[in-house]
């Protein structure tokens, strides 16, 4: 239509004029010449898709620098998660299990697995697993340990963290250790019963939901 020559003028009614008319902006009109003379490929709406080897790598990361050991591939997932990296649970077992190795005889050997006289834990399935992969089972007393099992939960993640991979000089390195795992423990670690959030998020949460159903 710019390119159109007036019949009183004989001359181009141009852009100006055209937009000004139409009511658009003059950039609209370039930027519409722009793709007419240089289409591009429609893009792919959604999070970017890695490749395994640069999901390998986000992975290995997370693993070289770890707030607490042994964490399992679910939280491996939520962390990916926090950083902006999308993927699925299920690539990120794939890949741990290719990096780790696979399921075979003697995979675990040498190591001692505790357990209660449980049907589960006594039954000769379990007991043939375990001594497939390599572990020494090693029963506890019976009707020991008892007690709530998620505290339980905590001091075994208390002991793996901390008890076991360190030697204390005394009761106060013990105590100010104890104090920075408390800490460290409420602000970075994360549980799957509570949506993957930490217990301070959790609880702020629950602070919130308190004060609007107030």
């Not at 591009?40 to 050991?69: C, N, Q, T």
């Not at 076991?164 to 799957?192: C, G, K, P, S, T």
């Amino acid at each position: 239509m710019s390119r159109t020559v007036s019949p009183s003028s004989n001359q181009p009614y141009g852009v100006a004029r055209v937009t000004a008319v139409w009511n658009l902006a003059r950039s609209s009109f370039y930027a519409a010449r722009q793709r007419e003379h240089h289409p591009r490929e429609p893009e792919k709406r959604g999070p970017k898709v890695r490749s395994d080897e640069e999901l390998v790598a986000e992975i290995r990361g997370l693993l070289a620098k770890p707030i607490f050991m042994g964490e399992g591939y679910r939280k491996i997932w939520a962390r990916l998660r926090f950083k902006g990296v999308r993927t699925s649970k299920d690539r990120v077992l794939r890949l741990l299990r290719e990096y780790f190795g696979a399921f075979s005889a003697g995979a675990a050997d040498g190591l001692k697995l505790r357990h209660d006289h449980g049907s589960v834990y006594m039954s000769d399935d379990f007991q043939t697993e375990i001594k497939f992969l390599g572990i020494e089972p090693s029963p506890a007393f019976v009707r020991q340990p008892e007690g709530n099992g998620c505290i339980e939960r905590f001091f075994r993640t208390l002991k793996e963290q901390v008890l076991w991979v360190r030697r204390f000089r005394d009761l106060e390195e013990l105590r100010a250790a104890l104090i920075e795992f408390r800490d460290r423990y409420n602000n970075h670690w994360i549980l799957e019963r509570l949506d993957y959030r930490t217990p301070t998020q959790a609880r702020r949460d629950f602070q919130l939901e308190q004060e609007v159903a107030a």
